[in-house]
């Protein structure tokens, strides 16, 4: 009886342990990258296949009594200079509750994709982000016919007031001529925090 339970227990180790090494070795191609771009940190999901270059920049500007900050991080793909992914954080110097509206967000992600070359329609869908709710969207880049996507989010929120409304003061908008996987897997695991 004891032989017939050990020898059950070593199968069940020998059928588990390559089911075990498969499926860590299927997560060993994809790290979490962390990037600094200005007073923010980005994190995401990547490919250890799809080395890239980084660049960062920074700008000011005001609309009226608001100031307005953005922060922008490039990912430029090593060995096809066509793939990019763009991620820009726009700080305001106080909260709005249009930041948060979904047809704001709509805009600002058609915008995106606009200023990019897309033509004719594009999809778009309500997606959370990070945590938070935002917008995903895809078109046709018209001179080269490759697929781009764009994704708009408020990177924090709050009630403006005790009992009023959400509102925020940052927006994340992210930008990618990378495969829908690629895509999809740092649109997915999108984290943007304040350095400390």
């Not at 200023?115 to 997606?127: D, H, L, N």
């Amino acid at each position: 009886m004891k032989e017939c339970a050990m020898l059950i227990l070593l199968v069940y180790l020998v059928l588990l342990i390559p089911g075990v090494q498969a499926s860590s070795m299927g997560d060993m191609d994809v790290y979490r990258a962390t990037e600094v771009c200005g007073k923010w940190i980005v994190s995401f999901n990547w490919s250890e296949m799809d080395a890239y270059k980084t660049s960062a920049s920074h700008g000011d500007s005001e609309s009226g009594d608001v100031k307005i900050s953005t922060d922008t991080l490039i990912m430029t793909s090593s060995t096809e200079k066509e793939k990019v992914a763009k991620i820009a954080i726009t700080q305001y110097s106080s909260r709005d509750a249009s930041l948060v509206n979904a047809s704001r967000l709509m805009s600002l992600a058609n915008e995106s994709l606009s200023k990019s070359g897309v033509c004719g329609g594009s999809t778009i869908a309500k997606r959370w982000m990070d945590g938070k709710p935002g917008i995903y969207a895809s078109g046709i880049k018209c001179s080269s016919g490759e697929p781009i996507f764009a994704a708009v989010y408020p990177v924090d929120y709050h009630f403006d007031r005790p009992g009023g409304v959400l509102a925020s003061d940052a927006i994340g908008v992210i930008l990618s001529t990378y495969d829908q996987e690629t895509t999809e897997r740092l649109i997915s695991s999108i984290k943007i925090e304040q350095a400390r």
